[in-house]
């Protein structure tokens, strides 16, 4: 049963891959109940892939990914932003945020912490409290980008979400180098924050506004 009475959800992700790691088990959750979802990512990170893989390899990759956690491939919008250069951009990326507003009419947002340190992150973050102040956002936890993380609300798991999420982040294979980015972690993540509300797994988020209606 469905336990939320939202009925249209955005992930905002600066980079392809970071919706993923900061709430792909939520997403599995989410579609199996039968909520609408879309994912909107603002950088294939072209300049940082490593040489061995094609510039453009995470646009194949976050096909693959967001089509693992039941997206659909209408629902996922890519934009086309160079990576680090957010905050040089950041009104073109306000009035980017404003018309999904205007186009998809959210309940609730999903967005990278307030005090996430990396740079892009931050102008998502900030701008999309601009766009969305009349909707619920939730933050999205990223331990290595996170010097301060409160662990406001949470979002039970069942292995199968888990499941479903380590399956998303094996497609992206040219993010596989990073420490963060192995079953392990994502298995040993979600048992924390299962663990803090007596249940095997879950996420957890920072509320920044939380709309009853």
Request: hydrophobic share 40%; with cysteine.
């Amino acid at each position: 049963m469905n336990k939320f009475t939202t009925k249209k959800v955005l992930i905002l992700a600066p980079h392809t891959d970071d919706g993923e790691f900061g709430c792909g088990g939520t997403i599995s959750k989410f579609i199996e109940e039968g909520i609408e979802l879309y994912y909107v990512a603002f950088s294939a990170c072209q300049q940082s892939v490593l040489k061995e893989f094609p510039s453009d390899i995470l646009i194949t990759e976050v096909k693959a990914a967001t089509s693992k956690l039941g997206i659909k491939p209408e629902n996922l919008i890519l934009f086309d932003y160079d990576v680090r250069t957010f905050n040089f951009r950041r009104q073109e990326i306000l009035d980017d945020l404003i018309n999904l507003r205007e186009k998809i009419n959210p309940d609730l947002v999903f967005m990278p912490s307030l005090n996430d340190i990396h740079q892009d992150h931050q102008t998502i973050a900030n701008e999309g409290i601009r766009a969305f102040k009349f909707c619920s956002i939730f933050c999205y936890e990223m331990p290595w980008n996170n010097f301060s993380f409160q662990t406001s609300t949470f979002i039970h798991l069942e292995e199968r979400h888990v499941i479903t999420k380590v399956e998303a982040l094996n497609e992206y294979k040219s993010q596989a180098h990073r420490s963060y980015a192995n079953e392990e972690f994502v298995r040993s993540l979600a048992r924390i924050r299962g663990v803090q509300i007596g249940t095997r797994y879950a996420e957890t988020f920072e509320v920044v506004r939380w709309i009853i209606k």
